[in-house]
Nanobody, 124 residues
Framework: VQLQASGGGLVQTGGSLRLSCAAS????????MGWFRQVPGKEREFVAAISWNGGETYYSDSVKGRFTISRDNAKNTVYLQMNSLKSEDTAVYYC??????????????????WGKGTQVTVSS
């Protein structure tokens, strides 16, 4: 599975962005998909995960209520809608694919494939 994230950019505090991650291959729907983020000097951290059919979603406490993960298996794409952005959301965002059940994707150890990151910068 190859993953390509897009949609990052510069946004003001309180604004919104939608990230997309397009996947290659015909097995996309069999993977749990997730988003992680990383800032320089820190470990990559879990943001959100979604089950293979979209029926289950999980979020880190820091983004719960502001971010929404979704997927379209017909388009081999997973999305991350980010609202009410804060300066602390500034990071490189990575999409990821895993065969681990969505509720157990909590760190990078459960990830099978990573996409290249997309930069999100929130300015005050």
């Amino acid at each position: 599975v190859q993953l390509q994230a897009s949609g990052g950019g510069l946004v003001q505090t309180g604004g919104s962005l939608r990230l997309s991650c397009a996947a290659s291959g015909r097995t996309f729907s069999s993977y749990v998909m997730g988003w992680f983020r990383q800032v320089p000097g820190k470990e990559r951290e879990f943001v959100a995960a979604i089950s293979w059919n979209g029926g289950e979603t999980y979020y880190s406490d820091s983004v719960k209520g502001r971010f929404t993960i979704s997927r379209d298996n017909a388009k081999n794409t997973v999305y991350l809608q980010m609202n009410s952005l804060k300066s602390e959301d500034t990071a490189v965002y990575y999409c990821a694919a895993s065969r681990t059940p969505a509720g157990r994707v909590t760190d990078g150890n459960q990830i099978d494939y990573w996409g290249k990151g997309t930069q999100v910068t929130v300015s005050s």
